[in-house]
């Protein structure tokens, strides 16, 4: 079982950790994005509203620049009270701006019920957090191409099922993304694609954790950023996607600034 004061001790956690660091090796930042649409890996969790998203973060990078520690919060609350609201915290470990190894605890209000809804409740039957880890590779110049590994390994999460229905273990739902970044002229561009790994008709309920049917492609799309000048010293970064799920004949056009 989790401590239920694992979000408390956590963020003591990091705020004692930071005092123990010099200044020029940790910052503390925080910023928000106004999304048109709120879409994750295929999957429309924000409905038919647009919706501001603020971050909480602090960031520690070594001396010689190979390691850099991360931990904060994040969150997303649309403009329409009756769709879906989210709060995570996450912590991220990344060697030489390559390798990156992400703990993230998702939790979101307007989804759970009952029991779930308590943030503070961290049993594992019960609980309405899920837990997820992430394996990632950032890609370089020469070689522009990301990869992505996630797996929910506790929680809220898609659950087997016997023969007599009763539920049993989660099914650690996974989730692989390759990815192609490449920057000309004043864009960064980004394209991708996604699939959900596990099949839904193995001993579980009808849907996957990513509303999957089967195994298969649920998220793909492409993303242009660059930054807006306003003065000298101050810019609006502001991004544009394309994504869609072919699992579920879906397509969006997504319209974010940075603020």
């Given at each position: 079982m989790?401590?239920?004061?694992l979000?408390?001790?956590?963020?003591?956690?990091i705020?004692?950790f930071s005092?123990?660091l010099?200044?020029?090796?940790s910052?503390?930042?925080?910023?928000g994005?106004?999304m048109?649409?709120?879409?994750?890996?295929?999957l429309?969790l924000?409905g038919?509203?647009?919706c501001?998203?603020?971050?909480?973060k602090?960031?520690?990078?070594?001396?010689?620049?190979k390691?850099?520690?991360?931990a904060?919060?994040?969150?997303s609350?649309?403009?329409?009270?009756?769709?879906?609201e989210?709060?995570?915290l996450?912590a991220?470990?990344t060697?030489l701006?390559l390798f990156?190894?992400?703990?993230?605890?998702y939790f979101?209000?307007?989804?759970?019920?009952?029991?779930?809804n308590e943030y503070?409740?961290?049993?594992?039957?019960?609980?309405?957090h899920?837990f997820?880890g992430?394996?990632?590779?950032?890609g370089?110049?020469?070689?522009?191409?990301t990869?992505?590994f996630?797996?929910n390994?506790y929680?809220?999460?898609v659950?087997?099922?016997?023969?007599?229905s009763?539920?049993g273990?989660?099914v650690?739902?996974?989730?692989?993304e390759?990815?192609?970044?490449?920057?000309f002229?004043q864009?960064?561009?980004?394209?991708?694609i996604?699939?959900?790994?596990d099949n839904?008709d193995k001993g579980?309920?009808?849907?996957?954790?990513y509303?999957?049917k089967?195994?298969?492609i649920t998220?793909?799309g492409?993303?242009?950023?660059r930054?807006?000048?306003?003065?000298?010293?101050?810019?609006?970064p502001?991004q544009c996607?394309l994504i869609?799920?072919?699992?579920q004949?879906?397509?969006?056009?997504?319209l974010?600034?940075?603020i």
């Amino acid at each position: 079982m989790i401590n239920k004061k694992l979000p408390i001790i956590f963020l003591l956690g990091i705020i004692i950790f930071s005092h123990q660091l010099s200044r020029a090796q940790s910052t503390w930042s925080f910023n928000g994005d106004l999304m048109s649409r709120y879409i994750w890996r295929g999957l429309d969790l924000g409905g038919p509203s647009p919706c501001i998203q603020p971050v909480l973060k602090y960031s520690y990078t070594s001396h010689n620049l190979k390691h850099n520690l991360s931990a904060g919060a994040w969150g997303s609350y649309t403009f329409s009270g009756s769709v879906n609201e989210e709060i995570d915290l996450f912590a991220s470990y990344t060697f030489l701006n390559l390798f990156s190894f992400t703990v993230t605890d998702y939790f979101f209000p307007e989804l759970n019920t009952g029991q779930k809804n308590e943030y503070f409740r961290y049993r594992s039957d019960s609980t309405g957090h899920v837990f997820e880890g992430t394996l990632s590779f950032q890609g370089t110049e020469k070689f522009p191409v990301t990869l992505l590994f996630s797996m929910n390994f506790y929680g809220n999460d898609v659950r087997k099922m016997s023969n007599d229905s009763t539920q049993g273990d989660i099914v650690m739902s996974k989730y692989i993304e390759i990815g192609y970044k490449h920057s000309f002229r004043q864009f960064d561009f980004n394209a991708w694609i996604g699939a959900a790994l596990d099949n839904p008709d193995k001993g579980y309920s009808p849907l996957g954790y990513y509303s999957n049917k089967r195994a298969g492609i649920t998220n793909a799309g492409m993303k242009f950023s660059r930054n807006i000048p306003i003065n000298d010293g101050f810019s609006i970064p502001i991004q544009c996607q394309l994504i869609t799920n072919p699992m579920q004949q879906k397509f969006w056009i997504v319209l974010g600034v940075t603020i």
